[in-house]
């Protein structure tokens, strides 16, 4: 979209956001009854659902079965009313079928496997509402959904995208900036050890700057990181509360 | 088929391998295999091997309506393919994870980086556009599939030519070769994908890794750069968890590796350039070695001649002779002598036929003189001496038979001959 400035000089962005700032976040717990756990999670104006269920006894090909360790079976799909225009394929395309393997990746990372051997574990994500940032919002609804199940976790997954136009680093990338064509990079981060479960990057950078790129990130997922947690420790009173009752 | 398993011995002993930074073909850690580009007789057609992987890049391109939303640019496609020829392990139908993963990436390398500018694509604006189709094709399966991959894509753009159009007002006209030469594609820069494997939990890290170290990596980071040090794609999987240092540092290292590449990739092309205008031969059959099965080929591996004297000496002094048994003859009956206890023969009789039948005359003497008693052992004894293994087996008694074993080279012939001089009794 030739003409739209991504930066203003005064240092805005598109949506009034100045560069280093996060959309506004809205999550909620426990949503649905019949899941083990299931969270919601608004980053902006991007909605994504997770559920999560296990671990329970492998189901389907037995041979799937490591004997050691739980095995993750995540999918991602987006629904079709999710994007500007009607999407034909929910998943199965080639895009779907790579984020449910970043999911897998970055949730074999941070569950704690080993402590369900035999076990399989599922994680179902769904976009509501696509506007930038879908990888990011999946793993933060998945991660919630993850503690509310109770499964032990190495430390929370904090993801967010961050974009580079002149030389300043943007950090949650809305829809608008993201089909600019600019350089995209998608962090997924444990916060406490500053382990990176997940690193993509898409278009050119040049080399000097991945580092600065990279850092604004980083402060970024933990900056998500303190507001998730609010949230975990928000549900988590109401609920004792409720049960106290 | 199912990939057979690693066995546990052997991804220990590649783990401690490794530990040690030691790997299985020599390489140093940050060392690249041999990379060996070939191109085809069409331009647009090259084979990348990369060690012992192999793949084959084919570049096609076919006039078709563009996109509704960018009228203006051309189409890019890319599909790589795993061949089942190029591990067992690969299944005709649907293909697994791998594919997808290997696809994306190369399609975010390629396309999202721009190398190839997509306006020049264009034709007629909003009607025709040039869609080119890049086909990759895994020919052997001996680790690093993207590496091999990406720069037989690049190298096969970089090769090939599309045809001529010119357009004059409404009209567009397509030439074909031979009415113009074939136009190559603009490219703008060549990203380069380069692996890098780690170990242990992130703590050994190793660049290009074969197929065995792939099977007991943890985890895998592609860094896709251009020689500008532009980075073009970062990928990481496997459930490893990296620090910001390592992905810098593997960004450093990439750099180097990727320069090296690119002015190879550009020798091959200009080697190939230079060939077809002084009118040599080109094409596979003239860069494929001449491998004949009576001449096998094989590097000559250099050995270290220069003690030799000196460890042959020590190991002369060191060994212990060997112990020498001269077994004493023993006289078991006159004219006959034995060496050696011999093993018990347990095949059956008839097996002693043939060899005895050459057996020199001289036996026959002997046995002249042997004992009358042995002689009539042997004619009494029910020895079945045909080659029909229907016949009962007669089990002689333990005397008798070790008798019989010992005299058995030197008096079958003689019951042989026996036999013969019977009927002439």
């Not at chain 2, 008798?403 to 036999?419: D, I, M, R, Y």
């Amino acid at each position: 979209m030739a003409g739209l400035e991504l930066l203003s000089d005064q240092g805005y962005r598109v949506d009034g956001r100045k560069p280093t700032e996060l959309r506004k976040i809205q999550a909620r717990m426990g949503v649905f009854a019949q899941a083990d756990g299931s969270a919601y999670i608004e980053q902006g104006n991007t909605k994504a659902l997770a559920v999560v269920y296990g671990p329970h006894e492998i189901r389907g090909s037995r041979s799937k079965c490591l004997h050691d360790r739980a095995v993750l079976n995540c999918q991602y799909s987006m629904a079709t009313f999710s994007t500007a225009e009607r999407k034909r394929r929910p998943h199965g395309d080639r895009k779907s079928s790579e984020m449910t393997l970043h999911l897998k990746q970055t949730f074999e990372a941070a569950i704690l496997t080993q402590l369900y051997p035999r076990s399989q574990i599922d994680i179902y994500v769904q976009i509501l509402q696509a506007d930038g940032g879908n990888y990011s919002a999946c793993v933060n609804a998945a991660t919630l959904a993850v503690v509310d199940a109770g499964i032990p976790l190495r430390d929370y997954v904090c993801a967010c995208s961050a974009g580079f136009v002149e030389d300043t680093p943007l950090v949650d990338l809305s829809h608008v900036e993201e089909s600019s064509g600019g350089t995209q990079l998608s962090l997924a981060l444990l916060p406490k050890a500053e382990h990176l479960a997940l690193v993509e990057m898409d278009a050119r950078l040049h080399q000097d700057h991945l580092e600065g790129l990279m850092d604004a990130a980083t402060r970024a997922c933990k900056d998500l990181h303190a507001v998730l947690d609010r949230v975990v420790r928000e549900h988590l009173q109401e609920v004792s509360t409720q049960l106290v009752e | 088929m199912r990939e057979t398993p690693l066995s546990n011995c052997e991804r220990q002993f590649l783990v401690q391998a490794i530990a040690e930074k030691k790997r299985l073909d020599g390489r140093q850690t940050y060392d690249y295999r041999n990379i060996k580009i070939t191109f085809g007789t069409d331009y647009g057609c090259c084979i990348v091997d990369l060690g012992k992987t192999r793949v084959l890049a084919q570049i096609s391109c076919e006039l078709v309506a563009p996109k509704m939303n960018r009228p203006t640019e051309g189409i890019l496609f890319f599909n790589l393919e795993l061949s089942q020829m190029a591990s067992p392990a690969f299944e005709p139908g649907r293909q697994s994870e791998l594919v997808v993963k290997l696809n994306r990436l190369l399609e975010r390398c390629l396309r999202n980086s721009k190398c190839i500018d997509t306006e020049s694509l264009c034709v007629v604006s909003g009607e025709k556009v040039w869609q080119i189709r890049v086909d990759l094709h895994l020919l052997n399966h001996d680790g690093n599939i993207m590496d091999a991959a990406s720069i037989a894509a690049i190298t096969a753009l970089c090769h090939f030519r599309r045809p001529d159009v010119s357009i004059q007002g409404e009209d567009v006209t397509v030439y074909t070769p031979e009415e113009r030469d074939p136009v190559p594609l603009s490219i703008h820069h060549m990203p380069i994908c380069v692996s890098f494997s780690f170990f242990q939990q992130g703590t050994y890290l190793l660049v290009d890794p074969s197929e065995r170290e792939e099977r007991v990596m943890d985890g895998l980071l592609v860094i896709a750069m251009n020689k500008h040090r532009e980075i073009c794609t970062i990928q990481s999987s496997g459930g490893i968890m990296l620090l910001k240092d390592q992905v810098l540092r593997c960004s450093k290292i990439a750099s180097v590796k990727v320069t090296e590449i690119s002015e190879l990739i550009q020798k091959a092309l200009e080697n190939d350039k230079k060939v077809r205008k002084e009118g040599g031969k080109f094409g596979f059959a003239e860069s494929m070695p001449n491998q004949r099965i009576t001449a096998y080929k094989m590097e000559v591996a250099p050995v270290d001649t220069g003690d030799i004297g000196k460890k042959a000496e020590d190991l002369i002094s060191n060994t212990e002779p060997p112990s020498e048994i001269i077994p004493s003859p023993v006289v078991r009956a006159p004219g006959t002598g034995q060496i050696g206890e011999g093993l018990q023969n347990s095949w059956g009789l008839d097996e002693n036929e043939d060899g005895e039948e050459a057996e020199d005359q001289t036996m026959e003497e002997e046995l002249q003189t042997m004992d009358v008693k042995v002689k009539s052992v042997n004619k009494e004894d029910p020895i079945v001496l045909s080659d029909s293994e229907e016949e009962d087996v007669v089990v002689l008694e333990p005397k008798i038979m070790k008798k019989e074993v010992k005299v058995q080279a030197s008096s079958t012939a003689a019951s042989k001959k026996k036999k013969k001089k019977k009927p002439a009794h």
